[in-house]
């Protein structure tokens, strides 16, 4: 499954919106350096489908982000 992410950095508060079935919008406290928010953005996804295992598809250096969820052996 993919799902589309829009990514605020340096949020005062984490913040997640779902906008549709395949659509969030997701502030993280983290700075956008030395990939922490995107980690945190993959551990966020991983929390909410827990059985699935996520990973960014396209966007590493854009806020704009698509991650694919597959399901954990």
Known sequence: ???????????????IQK???NRYDIA???????NRANQRVLEIMETL???QYARII???HA???IISLEKKS
Request: no cysteine.
């Open 63 to 65: 806020s704009a982000k």
């Open 19 to 21: 906008v549709d079935d």
């Open 49 to 51: 489908h827990p059985s």
């Open 28 to 34: 993280v406290r983290e700075p956008a350096e030395d």
């Open 1 to 15: 499954m993919l799902i589309r992410i829009h990514v605020t950095t340096d949020a005062k508060e984490e913040l």
């Open 58 to 60: 396209s966007g590493y």
